[in-house]
């Protein structure tokens, strides 16, 4: 089946916008949380230790350069497992979209507009992205190249209008807690920064032309978001302090209500909450597109475009029912996200690597016989 291809640029946005989508905003909060005042340096290392999960991800795609991840699994696993694998990972994606409305529809109705109806901000996110998954990934590419340099100048702006109120002792003692939290930080960050790239795999290599040049957009996009990730966390260290940081739900949020120049820069925080919002549908479009390709592919569906819309009301309802209140999904993202992404964006890569190697070095000594 020929699929629509798509450039090494318009790949390394969509890497990017994936992998920062869910942490401009309240990434912050939960590293400080851990890693104190040596969140920043947490956020540093999240990247570094992303580079070889990423590069998993691009052998894996290099080797089969025709199939989408749910295709690799079954072809890598075979039979039942693969199957089990690939239904496993589709359900991932899918869950994960419909909690994404959630947290859009939170934060406009608790910071901006609290007398709007949730369903109504649900709705509106859904219909985005349902209408942009029936379009295609072409559209959601290019849509991506233009998203990820409007963030790019909010990110450079907000940053340089907030940095009058540094305070650099904020940052002091380093290391007061050694290197334990630290490394527990960039595990949480990575868990929203690193592992939900895996979504990228639906995309790449099936919808890419060149494998060396897409392996650049993928590290590229990686250390972009990771550089965005590590300027939010700094920037909010630095001016707040971890303790407020850490209480506050959404710091960033927080951090842009201190730009004040004169009578005309003021009220500007809603730069950082459009922010946030661009990212927060480009990663739940990511995942729903990515649910619904593998859900086509799994029962054997020649195009996705016919489950969309009933997804779409699927994800609309779900919305509104995922999480009661602010603590129960605090408690879920503790409890059950970080081993869930984990082992979707680790655990399963990996071991598709080493069953990979094992079957080709097996290969090789049968040839050799």
């Known amino acids: 089946m020929k699929r629509t291809k798509i450039t090494g640029n318009q790949l390394y946005s969509l890497t ?18 851990i890693a104190k005042q040596d969140a ?4 540093l290392l999240t990247p570094v230790i992303g580079m070889p999960v990423v ?36 359900f991932l994606c899918l869950n994960t979209a419909y909690h994404l409305p959630w947290y859009v529809a939170n934060f406009v109705t608790t910071q901006a507009m609290p007398e709007t109806p949730p369903y109504v901000i649900s709705l509106m996110f859904v ?37 009058p109120n540094i305070k650099f002792e904020n940052l002091q003692p380093v290391l007061e807690n050694g290197m334990i939290p630290i490394f527990k930080g960039s595990y949480v960050l990575s868990c929203f920064t690193v592992f939900p790239v895996i979504t990228m795999m639906m995309i790449y290599p099936a919808n890419t032309e060149k494998i060396q040049e897409a392996k650049k957009s993928l590290f590229k996009g990686l250390l972009w ?9 700094l920037m909010s260290t630095l001016i707040l302090g971890s303790k407020i940081t850490a209480s506050s739900q959404y710091p960033t949020y927080l951090l842009a209500k201190e730009i004040s120049l004169g009578i005309i820069f003021t009220r500007l925080e809603f730069i950082v909450a459009g922010t946030w919002i661009i990212t927060q549908f480009m990663i739940g479009l990511l995942f729903f597109y990515a649910g619904a390709t593998g859900l086509s592919q799994l029962i054997g569906l020649k195009d996705h475009k016919r489950i969309v819309m009933p997804l779409g009301l699927i994800t609309l309802v779900m919305s509104g029912v995922v999480f009661p209140d602010a603590v129960y999904q605090a408690n879920w993202v503790n409890f059950v996200w970080l081993p869930y992404i984990t082992i979707h964006g680790l655990i399963l890569p990996l071991l598709l690597f080493l069953v990979h190697l094992i079957k080709k070095r097996m290969l090789k000594a049968d040839i050799k016989k």
């Open 40 to 43: 920043w340096i947490s956020a």
């Open 127 to 163: 219909i985005a992205v349902v209408i942009a998954v029936l379009y295609g990934i072409e559209t959601i590419a290019r849509a991506s190249e233009i998203y990820i340099r409007f963030v790019l100048i909010l990110a450079v702006l907000t940053t340089l209008l907030v940095s």
């Open 16 to 33: 990017a916008n994936g992998a920062f989508g869910g942490s401009v905003i309240v990434s912050a909060s939960a590293m400080a949380a």
């Open 55 to 90: 590069w998993i991800y691009w052998y894996l795609g290099s080797q089969y350069p025709e199939l989408t991840f749910v295709e690799i699994m079954k072809k890598i696993f075979g039979g039942w497992i693969g199957w089990v694998a690939a239904a496993s990972y589709v």
């Open 225 to 233: 978001a990771g550089f965005i990730t590590l300027i939010t966390i």
